[in-house]
């Protein structure tokens, strides 16, 4: 329906991350905005509904749409939680003493997000959306935790500019040199990409020499390599659309590749998305790195004895 994919834009829009911006959720702002089929947005309400009688029950006198009773906590735990976050919906707002688990806990729009969303499909709503999500800043922002005025180009080692062909893998290893190695690998130089059309797309033969790395082996490199002179530390890096993450089997390849290179390595596998890192979960390496492409601002490390304590 017109009205259920708007609401995902407007979730969207709003800030709230992927998992919120589903049809439950969706489902789940219409029933607060008390917006029936055929309606606009500027006729939302602000109702002060209850989960089971009043959201769930909405969507399937409205929708059509039936839940189980017992998803009751899923839309408490996985929408109307993160609505409250986002400071969509108010909680008992007025009956702040009921307990968690209360039946009677209620949710209502926030006035602020009921000003926004009677703006939707008008020319104020982008200015809206702008004020809303300004200050203290969109609940997206807030759960990735987005590092800011961290960021430096990576370099190649010559000034040379790279086309890689079309496809998922190749906008994955796009990716890496424009989003992990300015936040994790900066002023870092470029030693070594791949590509699905063009295996040795850019090698720096002089400098994997200088690092006795064989060049007779490239084909065993991993699909990105590069080097941070400053710190001493060498990037190898799997991009990871189908197969291939750093497994402790590649490890072992990899250091008999590397083993007269002195620069310290770090290997890391890099993922579109949770989706596929879910996929390669049991087959990753202890003590290797773990970089997904849509929460760039974060690495995940395998074994974090080293952080439990100083040393």
Sequence with gaps: M????????????LGLPRPQQNEM?????????????????????RPSLTVTKG??????????????????E?????VLHQFVQARIADYNLDAPDLPTNSPRAHYALTKAALTVIRTYGTKRWKSAVNGF??????????????????????????EVALNLSPGRHNQLQAAII???????????????LGDTAKKNLYVAR???ADLNIPLSEHDKLPDVVMLDSKRKRLFLIEAV?????????RVIELEATFVKCDVARIYISAFPDFQEFRKHLKKIAWDTEVWIAEIPDHIIHFNGDKFLGPR
């Design 2 to 13: 017109p009205l259920i994919e708007e609401a995902q834009d407007i979730l969207r829009s």
């Design 241 to 249: 659309t189908s197969h291939g993450p750093v497994t402790p089997k």
């Design 178 to 192: 424009q989003e992990f190695a300015p936040r994790f690998a900066p002023g870092a130089h470029l030693l070594y």
């Design 55 to 72: 959201i769930m029950a909405f969507i399937e006198n409205e929708y059509g749409k039936k839940y189980a009773p017992n998803t009751r």
């Design 74 to 78: 899923t839309f408490r735990r996985q």
């Design 206 to 208: 002089e400098r994997l």
């Design 25 to 45: 959720s969706a489902l789940t702002l219409l029933a607060l905005c008390d917006l029936k089929p055929g309606e606009n947005w500027n006729r939302a309400r």
């Design 133 to 158: 999500v300004k200050r203290p800043g969109s609940l997206l922002t807030v759960y990735q935790k987005r590092r800011a005025g961290h960021s430096v180009p990576v370099r190649l080692s010559d």
